[in-house]
């Protein structure tokens, strides 16, 4: 609870200063700066100052709520996978509650702790559709991807894996479960989700994301890389390993080089084993 009661930093402040306009499209379409927060965050930040007043602690609501449900929906996705052992999956669970960066996001008034709920939610309800293909758990699918595209801008990315796996020729494919409607009916459920999820796309870039956009912003973010091609290599091994700094791991482990080379490669090694074991 200390971090949910410390002072705000600069971009916690802009997104506070947000919450608190005058006006819900002051609070969407904010005139001192570019509002980057999915909509759906900020309403339910206003809605949690509406409720308890304004404080540190009331800013940070939302944010922590978020990664405290993250940890329970990921409990509930490892413990359906078919596979490993229980173990393995409570290390699994151990491994996500204690992630050095998903604890430092749900106490920051930012969506990065929303983003974390909404992946995991939009994980779940997928491998709940997939075990079996329904009317009642498609439209959980569909419910979870519109709202974690509210939720989160960055569940977007996740959205065309999210929608191979869960084609109807994909699954035959896989060869996962036999579907319990004909054919049709499961190429028509998807033909919709692909609808409905670039409905809501649309919405947001041309009703939210384009509104506040900046050239300025644009062409910061758009700064070459140093170096050429051998630059824009490092900066790629440069991010692996800072992916291994996500890892409740000692940070003196993860000063060796070489540790850090030998975790990737177990990674590549491991993660394509368990997937086949898991199709086995």
């Known amino acids: 609870t200390r971090g949910l009661e410390r002072s705000l930093w600069q971009d916690e402040a802009w997104v506070a200063n947000s919450v608190l306009a005058g006006s819900w499209h002051g609070m969407f379409f904010y005139d001192a700066w570019l509002q980057t927060s999915p909509p759906l965050f900020l309403a339910l930040v206003r809605g949690a100052l509406s409720a308890y007043g304004l404080s540190d602690w009331s800013l940070r609501l939302i944010p922590f709520l978020c990664g405290a449900a993250a940890c329970i929906v990921m409990y509930l996705l ?58 009642p758990r498609f439209l959980i699918l569909s ?41 049709g009916a499961e190429a028509g459920r998807w033909w919709a989700l692909c609808a409905l999820a670039a409905a809501v796309v649309a919405f947001e870039y041309v009703y939210l994301i384009i509104p506040n956009s900046s050239a300025d912003l644009e062409n910061y973010w758009r700064q070459p890389i140093p170096g050429g091609l051998f630059g824009y290599v490092n900066q790629i091994y440069s991010s692996l390993f800072e992916l291994l700094h996500h890892l409740p791991l000692p940070r003196v482990l993860l000063s060796f080089t070489g540790a850090r080379i030998a975790a990737l490669t177990g990674a590549a090694l491991v993660l394509p084993a368990v997937v086949l074991r898991i199709r086995a």
């Open 143 to 183: 419910g979870t991807v519109v709202l974690s595209l509210l939720l989160g801008y960055g569940t977007v990315l996740f959205l065309p894996v999210i929608l191979v796996v869960v084609s109807p020729w994909f699954l035959r494919w896989w060869n996962r479960t036999e579907p319990d409607e004909p054919a």
């Open 78 to 135: 490892i413990r359906r996978l078919p596979a490993p052992g229980w173990s393995v999956k409570l290390f699994m669970v151990v491994l996500f509650a204690l992630s050095p960066t998903g604890i430092a996001y749900s106490y920051v008034l930012k969506q990065y702790g929303a983003e974390l709920l909404s992946s995991t939610s939009l994980l779940l309800a997928t491998l709940v559709y997939v075990e079996r293909r329904s009317w």
